[in-house]
């Protein structure tokens, strides 16, 4: 790794030796996204190895140790924890207890991946993010939202020259039919001691618009729920819900600009997601599903075209430049924050943001009002 402050100029040692530096993992709780995304994408980098893993029934961490070959199955998450051996711990657990093994694995040392709702409060987001400070020799990550990666840095981009101009409006839409039949079956996320304030997407649209438009300054919300209990999965006993199906939220943002964004899971032949964002000097949409994103630009000669009443042509089709598109490399850059020292994202203070917002949604359902941000 060159220094950067000549071309002829030798590596430094201490750079050197942590560009090297082996990662030893340890996992708690080895649910599908561990499986699917991070046991694979741990594998492709050079000296990381998975050395325990630790789940909530032995016989499915004994199942995931035989396919990936890690040799030691543990029944306890702190004894994951306490190993010497390790100096990854990854936290792919159900909310509840993110907190607790977080900030218990940043004591003993070890760096953290946390699975995404980071938490079920902002207390406990904060929690974590004050553990996270505790030790800033550590690099502390959440696993981001992958929904809009493909387009995530263009729009970031373009949003900070001010492409767009002042930010007037942002709407998003989540819909789906996921909770559409009512004898589906009863799902972890649908409780509250579990989940927390945790709703469908919320934090992980919270995360990504955060990053683009900036916080919310006042939350105004309702939520619905049209099914109050499901199967359980296992026995077929109902079990309660307590999760909304359907929110909508509308506030104004630190900018000045109002948003409105709904989620829904009880809409059948819904379009997908979608973020519009509008400004003075144009409008950009982005289609989820696709990552086709649309920018129509306004000049301010065209200002009295564009007021006219009538239909419009939707804005055209704007090609990602290949050099940001952008992909999955989540456990490449935790690694690399690991060695080299580079900036994470989302981090512990990116999570208890939207954690603050997803928990502001939750309270002004409850409460009927108008909650204003940042909570106390």
Same mark, same amino acid.
């Given at each position: 790794m060159q220094s950067g402050n000549s071309v &002829?100029?030798?590596?430094?040692?201490? @750079?050197?030796? #942590?560009?090297?530096?082996? *990662?030893?993992i340890g996992i708690v709780g080895a649910g599908n996204i561990v499986k699917t995304r991070h046991l694979p994408g741990f594998a492709k980098e050079d000296d990381v190895r998975v050395l325990a893993v630790c789940n909530r029934r032995r016989e499915t961490a004994e199942a995931v140790a035989q396919e990936w070959n890690i040799p030691h199955v543990l029944d306890d998450p702190a004894d994951v924890i306490a190993?010497?051996? *390790?100096?990854?711990?990854?936290?792919? =657990? =159900?909310?509840?207890?993110?907190?607790?093994?977080?900030?218990?694995?940043?004591? %003993? &040392?070890?760096?953290?991946?946390?699975?995404?709702? #980071?938490?079920? =409060?902002? %207390? @406990?987001?904060?929690? !974590?993010? /004050? /553990? /996270?400070?505790?030790?800033? @020799?550590?690099?502390? !990550?959440?696993?981001?939202?992958?929904h809009v990666f493909t387009g995530q840095r263009f729009v970031s981009e373009l949003l900070a020259a001010g492409e767009l101009g002042e930010l007037r409006l942002v709407r998003l839409q989540h819909l789906s039919d996921a909770q559409l039949n009512p004898e589906a079956p009863w799902h972890w996320r649908m409780e509250r001691e579990i989940s927390g304030y945790n709703v469908m997407t919320l934090g992980i649209y919270a995360e990504i618009l955060q990053h683009w438009v900036g916080k919310a300054r006042t939350v105004n919300a309702s939520g619905r729920l049209f099914t109050e209990s499901r199967p359980d999965p296992v026995t077929g006993e109902p079990r309660p819900v307590q999760i909304p199906e359907s929110v909508a939220a509308t506030g104004e943002l630190e900018n000045g600009a109002h948003y409105v964004y709904t989620w829904s899971a009880v809409a059948p032949h819904s379009p997908g997601d979608r973020i519009e964002i509008y400004g003075t000097r144009g409008a950009l949409h982005y289609d989820v599903p696709t990552h086709e994103i649309r920018i129509g630009k306004v000049t301010p000669g065209e200002i009295v075209r564009v007021g006219k009443v009538g239909p419009k042509q939707p804005p055209p089709v704007v090609e990602i430049p290949p050099s940001i598109r952008g992909d999955w490399r989540v456990e490449a850059d935790f690694v690399r924050a690991i060695r080299e020292g580079t900036p994470v994202f989302p981090s512990f203070a990116d999570g208890a943001d939207y954690m603050e917002f997803v928990e502001a949604v939750g309270r002004a359902i409850e409460r009927g009002a108008t909650v204003t941000l940042p909570l106390p």
């Open positions: &002829g100029s030798q590596p430094n040692r201490s @750079e050197e030796r #942590m560009s090297q530096l082996p *990662i030893r190993r010497d051996d *390790i100096n990854v711990v990854l936290v792919g =657990t =159900t909310p509840y207890l993110h907190r607790d093994l977080s900030v218990a694995a940043l004591a %003993a &040392g070890k760096h953290v991946f946390c699975q995404a709702r #980071m938490a079920r =409060t902002v %207390a @406990e987001a904060r929690d !974590m993010l /004050a /553990a /996270a400070r505790r030790h800033p @020799e550590q690099v502390s !990550m959440l696993c981001p939202a992958p």
